[in-house]
């Protein structure tokens, strides 16, 4: 098995990958765009309450109600009986802007909803204890 070969066609779809922002206008679904993530009616059911969750940053998606999960072609793939290259296909003839897949070199962050704090490189004083000095200390 030639495994350069899988990997140059793996970075080749994931150039053209459209945005999942894109694909979520494409079906008007309501979600708030200057947000990178939040909650959504999901368009793959019937809902009423907000149980789609997706990370725009990420390009990932899951409906919490009915377990669906993916990126922006398994989206396509649901809502349009397809494979994935029906998905492809389907994202090239409508013309979705496409973008990185999962944001390169950025850091991960810890929390699915929230980044995680930067601790300053001040953190520790010269005694080499921890930051917080106590009350009866400091006097």
């Given at each position: 098995?030639?495994?350069?070969?899988?990997?140059?066609?793996?970075?080749?779809?994931?150039?053209?990958?459209?945005?999942l922002a894109?694909?979520?206008?494409?079906y008007e679904?309501?979600?708030?765009?200057?947000?990178?993530?939040?909650?959504?009616?999901?368009?793959?059911?019937?809902?009423?309450t907000p149980s789609f969750s997706y990370h725009l940053d990420r390009g990932l998606w899951k409906c919490h109600s009915c377990g669906e999960g993916g990126d922006s072609?398994?989206?396509?793939?649901?809502?349009?009986p397809t494979d994935f290259a029906g998905a492809r296909a389907l994202a090239s003839s409508l013309a979705l802007a496409t973008g990185d897949a999962g944001?390169?070199?950025e850091?991960?962050?810890?929390?699915?909803?929230?980044?995680?704090?930067?601790?300053?490189?001040?953190?520790?004083?010269?005694?080499?204890r921890g930051g917080y000095v106590p009350a009866w200390r400091r006097r």
């Open positions: 098995m030639n495994l350069g070969r899988l990997r140059d066609g793996f970075e080749d779809q994931e150039h053209e990958k459209p945005t894109a694909v979520l206008d494409h679904i309501d979600y708030n765009p200057e947000r990178t993530a939040g909650m959504a009616p999901c368009p793959l059911h019937d809902d009423n072609y398994t989206l396509l793939m649901k809502k349009e944001g390169g070199d850091r991960v962050s810890g929390s699915a909803y929230a980044g995680r704090r930067a601790v300053s490189p001040r953190s520790r004083n010269q005694q080499g």
